[in-house]
């Protein structure tokens, strides 16, 4: 009915199309090999839960391969109802095979599931139709309402009398519309990380939720007690159009690599829970691929490389937790830790900083950052002492640098237009005031995939042919770079007029002699004990401190200012907060491996009279 546009998701090309290779066949009751299937699958997307499900290992899996064996008393009662509903759904929709990973993966065969774990994406986005299992703490519910094939569903109504023979029911669920990055209370499917990627990437979906049945497609949501409507959904096509509630979908529709985009994927998976918390990266896995073809140069455990000086600084929301391995690893072989340096390595509301020289930011000058030149080159390795290291292809810089000059050559699909400003902030069509950069440019940039005018940015970014290949690289772990350091001392916390990230301590960074020179903001609340000074002479703890690169954040707070700042009138130039800075990293080390504790900032003349005057080499792991 919606053509093309409902058959391949946006980013997904003809060779992504991929046959998982094992098949529940519904129809003989076993276990397939998909080769020489032509057929479709469906793929069921469902929380396990606690219970003991029936699950393929090597020992059966030449068995479960037998014609009638799932129908067997011995299998057939281990198979939660969630699995047995859906082989009777699809036959009842014409389809023969169902993809679960239960049976479909050799659960102990080590190869075979780091394979299928690592395109799972793929998988679901392959299936005909995903059927969903929204309802239920586990695999054990069932998928309620089908008459005469599932168990029955409570449905909550009431009658409204029209008149003395009429009367019409009026139905008491919430309608409102599910997405990949929602997360609801006592509803454990959309709390799994696993089945975040599966819901993501599934184009079609049959979604099973608040004992009702609904549809869902690229264009368009029908409910079973609501007449379909045919038409698309325009929205899908602008993504700034989109409400809030897709703000995990959009970069599926945004061919520019912005920062902002990848903060809601990242924000949206990183509060997912995962059984093993080291495959953090692999249930990422899929979306990552994905982003390689969006970001220039791909991303690195989560981080974009185009934009990696400014990315290392990505912020907490609130309070994290360290990920760290579990007693029993289910990530192919994976067994370093996840990298602190990453926000795949943290648990948590996580975000980019959004960068005011590149694009606009709400103009609240205590969360304004700019950057304006990186401090170091970074490479990538994959053990501390490895001695092949990959340059991280970070070209944000260099992108600045060109749209600086007063050049013609622009990247394909930009235009350049003179741009002047009004005052000292931007005021867009929504009504809210924005941030300039600290030298306003002469011109600012539009692409031809945004629609809304009132949208640009301060330089043009490369934009990649999503049809051309983009190899993902080798995931390695550990960074080498050269760079500035300093030791400074955590003092107190920053207690401040408005807070964006109330869970997230900030807290004084200071000069021996107590003299306030930037701050620091924890990655944990439980930070703030460790910071106190055992010595009553000190003004803190002690705190060893590298560079990523230079710009001006509104951060570092001057009180006095800012009491009169809160009291002035709309007219104030908040820009009076804005400090030349250095964008810094709290690190410590273990085993001659240093371990990301925090980001911050330091002013300019601080960071150039504490620094040491030689370079450091820093293995950050």
């Known amino acids: 009915m919606h053509g093309d546009r409902c058959k391949t998701l946006p980013l997904f090309r003809e060779e992504d199309q991929i046959r998982p290779r094992l098949f529940v066949d519904t129809q003989q009751n076993c276990i397939v090999e998909s080769k020489g299937i032509s057929a479709g699958y469906v793929a069921l997307s469902y929380s396990w839960g606690q219970t003991r499900n029936l699950r393929n290992e090597l020992k059966i899996c030449e068995e479960l391969q037998v014609p009638g064996v799932l129908a067997r008393d011995e299998f057939h009662q281990q198979l939660p109802s969630t699995i047995t509903d ?46 969903v299992a929204g309802d239920g703490a586990d695999a054990s519910h069932g998928l309620r309402g089908f008459k005469n094939l599932t168990a029955q569903r409570l449905v909550q109504q009431r009658p409204i009398q029209l008149s003395a023979d009429e009367s019409i029911m009026q139905d008491l669920r919430s309608r409102k519309i599910r997405n990949a990055g929602d997360s609801r209370p006592n509803k454990v499917y959309y709390d799994r990380a696993w089945t975040f990627q599966e819901n993501l990437f599934s184009r079609k979906k049959i979604i099973f939720e608040d004992n009702s049945v609904r549809w869902r497609c690229q264009c368009s949501d029908w409910y079973e007690d609501l007449l379909p409507e045919s038409r698309v959904d325009e929205r899908v096509g602008n993504f700034w159009a989109l409400p809030g509630k897709y703000l995990a979908e959009q970069w599926f529709h945004c061919s520019i690599p912005l920062l902002s985009i990848l903060s809601d994927i990242a924000g949206a998976y990183n509060t997912k829970i995962l059984t093993f918390p080291e495959d953090a990266l692999s249930a990422f896995a899929g979306i990552q691929t994905m982003l390689h073809r969006t970001y220039p140069g791909g991303l690195i455990y989560g981080v974009p490389e185009n934009f990696f000086d400014i990315a290392l600084t990505w912020q907490p929301r609130a309070s994290l937790a360290r990920r760290k391995p579990s007693a029993k690893s289910h990530s192919g072989g994976l067994s370093h830790k996840l990298p602190s340096w990453s926000w795949l390595g943290w648990t948590g509301i996580i975000a980019f900083p959004t960068d005011v020289e590149f694009e606009l930011a709400l103009a609240d000058f205590v969360g304004i950052e700019g950057y304006t030149m990186p401090v170091t080159e970074w490479y990538t390795m994959s053990s501390p002492t490895s001695v092949e290291r990959r340059r991280i292809q970070s070209r944000w810089y260099e992108n600045r640098m060109h749209a600086s000059r007063d050049v013609t050559e622009i990247p394909t699909g930009w235009r350049r237009e003179r741009f ?144 009169r700042i809160a ?32 980001f911050g900032a330091v002013t300019n003349e601080a960071w150039e009279s504490e620094k040491e005057t030689e370079l450091g080499d820093l293995i950050l792991g």
């Open 86 to 131: 859906a082989f009777a759904i699809i036959q009842s929709l014409g389809q023969r095979y169902l993809w679960v990973d239960a049976l479909c993966i050799v659960q102990d065969d080590e190869q075979h599931l780091h394979l299928e774990l690592n395109q799972m994406h793929r998988v679901y986005a392959g299936a005909v139709f995903t059927i």
């Open 420 to 563: 002047e400003a009004q005052g000292d902030f931007h005021l867009m069509s929504s009504g809210r005031w924005y941030q300039y950069p600290s030298d306003i440019p002469q011109y600012c940039y539009k692409h031809e995939s945004i629609r809304d005018e009132s949208h640009f940015y301060w330089y043009p970014i490369p934009v990649l042919d999503r049809s051309t290949p983009c190899p993902v690289r080798p995931q390695t772990a550990f960074l080498y770079a050269q760079t500035p350091r300093a030791f400074l001392w955590a003092g107190s916390q920053m207690h401040r007029m408005k807070d964006p990230t109330p869970g997230a301590p900030r807290v004084q960074l200071v000069k021996l002699d107590g003299q306030h020179v930037g701050f620091l903001q924890l990655n944990r609340v439980s930070d703030l004990a460790d910071l106190k000074s055992p010595m009553d002479s000190k003004p803190g703890r002690r705190v060893e401190l590298v560079a990523t690169c230079k710009g001006y954040t509104g951060r570092i707070f001057d009180y006095k200012l800012g009491k």
């Open 567 to 598: 009291a002035a009138t709309v007219e104030t130039p908040l820009a009076k907060q804005l400090k030349d800075c250095y964008f810094v990293l709290w690190i410590e080390w273990e085993n001659g491996v240093a371990y990301r504790q925090a």
